[in-house]
């Protein structure tokens, strides 16, 4: 088998995997959940699983990936005693091209807002006002045409490889974002109700500690690290052998979760000191915020500047989103990288297009009462995801051999690397399915 391509540097690989698990889940979705469940109770239970699960099954598919260096479906072939678990493998390549298909208008719309934001919105400024734009440019063609630019950036990236477009991408990219978000951060605190924000966010109130309130921060936790999909395996299988792997795993989760809770440092106080509900849900971004920061001094930087943060977001998802597929095209259908990218983001153009599409002509076909877009989502997100996690935590957790898992996590003491597995094994299994159940609506 040909030489598998390398992350180079230690910021190749903190920057690319933290891309990788950084998205609108953070940035997005973390706010709604936390503003929806009660603020400081959510985040309280939410840091806990990413303990539990989160690092457990970051690390999980670090050992798969750099253990058997192939891609998602390549490693359940080579690892012994795997052949029977591949189907992991073509779970992750499904879940990874109908994910990137639907992310890909949310993408385009964080596209269209930037440019849009530019210019004041066309001069609405109301929440109303924002609400009827945004659903003006959701059913019209060109949140198709977005969707394809967004995939054609994405290709041109990723046929660059490995080091040339996914690192080099990533190492501009991610040190921005950061910038962004820390410069936003620093604004929220200088506004009139930072601190009602900041109390919200960060003082739990005991009484919100519901079962809903679990189920949703267990959920976050999850799916906010791109677990259970198979970006992890897949570049971990560019690490080099001296890349700790535990050590990169908790990086990971920790360099997630503070861009979690900075976007909630960035939405809270401005929600609050702007009169707005932080449990606006998912029209916070598209519709609330963008009154708020035109409310603010330099409202023409701010908007701009957060459509920018979620444009950033989007692309350091979607590149390992897409590199799923690709390195599957590559290494088991031994295409050329470029034809692998090629046949990708082109499957992911005309999914995407019809996903598009959902929110316009096609808003009256469903499949079992729901729309395309909503169909990818729930098929990827409800159904792909947790069974990739639940059976990627057992596989590690009681068929890979203890000395292959040590041998990945040489230098951690035996006691953590037990740990690990107890979580491998009972917890984060059991946790998952209770995702899973309850996105089906079993409870």
């Given amino acids: ?64 990936g750099r253990s058997a260096r192939a891609n998602v479906y390549g490693a359940f072939k080579r690892l012994p005693g795997s052949r029977a678990w591949n189907f992991i493998g073509l779970n992750g390549i499904l879940a990874a091209i109908l994910i990137l298909s639907f992310y890909s208008v949310v993408a385009g719309w964080t596209a269209e807002y930037f440019l849009d934001s530019l210019t004041g919105f066309g001069g609405a400024s109301s929440t109303a006002e924002l609400h009827s734009r945004f659903g003006n440019f959701t059913a019209s063609w060109k949140s198709v045409v977005w969707t394809l630019i967004f995939l054609g950036v994405n290709f041109f990236i990723l046929r660059r490889g490995v080091q040339k477009g996914i690192e080099r991408m990533s190492n501009m990219m991610m040190p921005l974002l950061f910038a962004i978000l820390l410069l936003f951060a620093f604004n929220s605190l200088t506004l009139p109700s930072a601190a009602q924000g900041l109390e919200f966010l960060f003082t739990p109130d005991f009484s919100q500690l519901t079962p809903t309130v679990w189920l949703g921060a267990m959920g976050q936790a999850f799916f906010s690290l791109s677990i259970g999909l198979g970006c992890l395996i897949t570049y971990s299988g560019y690490f080099k052998q001296q890349t700790k792997l535990l050590g990169t795993a908790v990086t990971t989760a920790g360099l997630d979760t503070l861009v979690a809770i900075l976007s909630g440092i960035i939405i809270f106080p401005a929600v609050f000191s702007f009169g707005e509900s932080p449990a606006a849900g998912p029209k916070l971004v598209f519709e609330v915020l963008p009154s708020i ?43 050329s990288r470029s034809s692998a990218t090629a046949l990708t983001i082109g499957i992911c153009g005309v999914l995407g297009t019809l996903c598009a599409l959902s929110f316009g002509p096609l808003g009256e076909f469903t499949i079992c009462g729901m729309t395309i877009f909503n169909l990818f989502d729930f098929v990827s997100s409800t159904v792909l995801l947790p069974l990739g996690g639940i059976f990627i935590s057992l596989y590690v957790g009681f068929v890979l051999k203890r000395s292959a898992v040590d041998a990945q996590l040489q230098g951690v003491p035996a006691a953590v690397v037990g740990a690990v597995l107890f979580c491998l094994r009972f917890v984060a299994p059991i946790c998952i399915t209770l995702i899973f159940l309850s996105g089906l609506g079993l409870f």
């Fill in 293 to 335: 920061f035109q409310g603010m001094t330099l409202g023409r930087l701010w908007s701009p500047l957060f459509f920018l943060l979620l444009l950033l977001a989007s692309l350091t998802s979607t590149i390992s989103m897409a590199e799923i597929a690709i390195a599957y095209f590559s290494e088991e259908r031994k295409m």
């Fill in 1 to 64: 088998m040909a030489r598998r391509a390398q992350f180079t540097t230690r910021l190749g690989v903190i920057a690319a995997t933290v891309g990788s698990a950084v998205g609108l889940g953070n940035v997005w979705r973390f706010p709604y959940e936390a503003g929806v469940n009660g603020g400081g109770a959510f985040l309280l239970v939410y840091l806990l699983f990413i303990l539990a699960i989160g690092i457990p099954v970051i690390t999980a598919e670090f050992i798969i």
